[in-house]
């Protein structure tokens, strides 16, 4: 059993390395910025809720988001790219799955399992919008990537956005590298 005693040393360290200020921290954990100072410096003994909530702001803070473990610089597609175009992108940047945008608007995705779920003699010349799955989940660059976990069980990937816009994807490539 381990015991772990939380001092305002540990604490000042702990919201250093968060890159907190006292003000920030005091803010999140819903105390006062003078109560913090005090709690680091030892000259209060502050209550186990105050505490509580004080860890739980700077260990949230230490968990990994998804814009931590996203590949950025996604590749899209239109819905009227052939899909000898989209193979061709797909092989040359090894990857497996593109969203289809239509002007801003994400309309689906094509894998290569969509793909070969179509292979026929006209592939080559088919339209995306033809063969293009359902679009791929979207997540807050901000949601902590365990989140993500249960999405990569369904779907080949998982886009990452911030107001609407994407600044990234996760797939399960990008999941397993976050093992160790």
């Not at 814009?67 to 497996?96: Q, Y």
């Not at 293009?132 to 990537?145: G, H, K, N, R």
């Not at 990452?160 to 999941?175: A, H, K, M």
């Amino acid at each position: 059993m381990v015991i772990l005693i939380i001092t305002g040393k540990l604490i000042r360290n702990l919201r250093k390395k968060a890159g907190l200020t006292q003000k920030k921290l005091a803010e999140l954990a819903g105390v006062s910025q003078a109560h913090i100072a005090k709690i680091e410096q030892g000259k209060v003994d502050p209550r186990l809720s105050t505490i509580n909530k004080i860890m739980e702001v700077l260990t949230e803070g230490r968990k990994k988001k998804c814009k931590d473990i996203m590949t950025k610089g996604v590749l899209f597609v239109r819905p009227e790219d052939n899909v000898l175009k989209v193979s061709e992108v797909m092989v040359k940047h090894a990857i497996s799955q593109m969203p289809v945008l239509n002007g801003k608007t994400v309309a689906g995705t094509i894998t290569e399992e969509s793909i070969v779920r179509h292979l026929s003699a006209d592939i080559a010349k088919e339209k995306v919008k033809n063969v293009m799955d359902p679009p791929l989940p979207m997540i807050s660059e901000d949601a902590p990537i365990e989140t993500v976990r249960s999405l990569l069980e369904k779907h080949q990937g998982v886009l990452v956005t911030r107001d609407g816009e994407i600044l990234g994807i996760i797939t399960r490539s990008d999941l397993l590298k976050t093992i160790g």
